[in-house]
């Protein structure tokens, strides 16, 4: 069974930074790509940052210049990087993942994290 696990959310004051991580454990053969969502009260999930397998990152428009994404395959956790915090990040903030789950490379399932708030006040 292949659980992700994020943290490092809390409370911050605008202009503030904050770095998320997501850790993947159980049966994990190889990671594909990796996501960061969020939701923000009464909206829907969106998506915030995507990361391949070789590394090539994707933002959305609202966060670029401002967020990164990163991953560390040898201990399976994916990260984001949040600086110039807004208001209107707060959010929380879900990572999810493709992951092969046996030897098997054509059995890969999507994960979801639990989440973890992220709020932006002053």
């Known amino acids: 069974q292949v659980q992700l696990k994020e943290s490092g959310g809390g409370v911050v004051q605008p202009g503030g930074s904050l770095r998320l991580s997501c850790a993947a454990s159980g049966t994990i053969f190889s990671i594909k790509d990796m996501y960061w969502y969020r939701q923000a009260p009464g909206a829907e999930r969106e998506l915030v940052a995507t990361i391949d397998s070789s590394g090539a990152t994707d933002y959305a428009d609202y966060v670029k210049g401002r967020f990164a994404i990163s991953r560390d395959d040898a201990k399976n956790t994916l990260y984001l990087q949040m600086n110039g915090l807004e208001p209107e990040d707060t959010a929380v903030y879900y990572c999810?993942?493709?992951?092969?789950?046996?030897?098997?490379?054509?059995?890969?399932?999507?994960?979801w994290g639990q989440g973890t708030q992220v709020t932006v006040s002053s």
């Open positions: 999810h993942a493709n992951i092969q789950y046996t030897i098997l490379n054509w059995q890969i399932k999507a994960f």
